[in-house]
């Protein structure tokens, strides 16, 4: 179906008559092309439902992290010890680990080390008390190579002495480190220097190597790409529209559904 303004608002009409839910999330499970062509044609899927007449906030979910939540354990886990660098909480499958996770969202924090400050904490001198071995190295340095950040040896000892340290300690040589962590030192000694245009062209070079090109693809096939896509654009999603690539509903639908269970 060929979307235009009218018929956008005709179906988002239809549906909240029919008491169909219309936050963000559950359109997006429900008619990802719909909420696509609203936030295309109207700027923003507010302005849409706004423009049908159907008022934004007796149909917004509210979320169920918020900066405050997030900030309120943090402060509960400080006062009772626990360990709070990243490793530590991700490590953890109670409600501090998953809003250690939850933070990342560009709504929310972008990053834990954000998290810490927003509650007090130096994020620097949690990362002092880290207990450190090979699994936890290693771990650590996936984690940087999976959000897009700098994994060169200069970089890390600028951006994390702690665990570049650590790395030439249990390793033998920070090297081996990133070899232990399944990444090619030589690569990652390349410098990169991202804008828009370089990400929408390596966007394109991924797809048409590899397939369809969905959030997870792309972070295992080139995680710095993908780091740079979403700092740059604010969102996956928007990157890929910018590169003009669609993925099938088919996909669309499958990562809907694994976004839910998470």
């Known amino acids: 179906m060929k979307w235009d303004k009218p018929r956008i608002l005709q179906r988002l009409k239809k549906l909240y008559?029919?008491?169909?839910?219309?936050?963000?999330?559950?359109?997006?499970?429900?008619?990802?092309?719909?909420?696509?062509?609203?936030?295309?044609h109207f700027g923003a899927y507010r302005k849409a439902l706004?423009?049908?007449?159907?008022?934004?906030?007796?149909?917004?979910?509210?979320?169920?992290w918020t900066k405050q939540r997030i900030i309120g354990l943090i402060k509960q886990a400080k006062r009772k010890g626990d360990d709070l660098h990243w490793g530590a909480v991700t490590r953890r499958r109670d409600e501090l680990g998953k809003a250690a996770f939850?933070?990342?969202?560009?709504?929310?924090?972008?990053?834990?080390?954000?998290?810490l400050h927003a509650a007090g904490l130096d994020a620097d001198d949690v990362a002092c008390y880290r207990t450190w071995d090979r699994n936890t190295i290693v771990f650590e340095i996936r984690s940087r190579a999976r959000d897009g950040e700098p994994l060169s040896s200069g970089a890390l000892q600028k951006e994390d002495p702690g665990l570049h340290a650590a790395a030439v300690r249990y390793f033998g040589g920070y090297d081996n480190a990133l070899r232990a962590a399944h990444l090619n030192p030589t690569k990652l000694r390349q410098r990169r220097n991202w804008d828009e245009k370089s990400i929408?062209?390596?966007?394109?070079?991924?797809?048409?190597?590899?397939?369809p090109l969905t959030d997870t693809s792309c972070r295992r096939h080139d995680s710095a790409l993908y780091g740079a896509a979403v700092r740059l654009f604010g969102s996956f999603t928007a990157a890929r529209k910018a590169a003009g690539i669609r993925i099938s509903k088919s996909k669309q639908s499958m990562r809907s559904k694994h976004s839910a269970r998470s």
């Open 17 to 40: 008559r029919g008491g169909q839910q219309l936050s963000y999330t559950q359109l997006a499970k429900r008619e990802q092309a719909l909420l696509s062509a609203a936030s295309y």
């Open 50 to 64: 706004e423009k049908a007449g159907i008022e934004y906030a007796s149909i917004v979910q509210r979320p169920r």
């Open 102 to 115: 939850a933070s990342l969202q560009p709504r929310l924090f972008g990053r834990w080390d954000r998290a």
């Open 200 to 211: 929408v062209a390596g966007l394109k070079r991924v797809a048409k190597r590899n397939g």
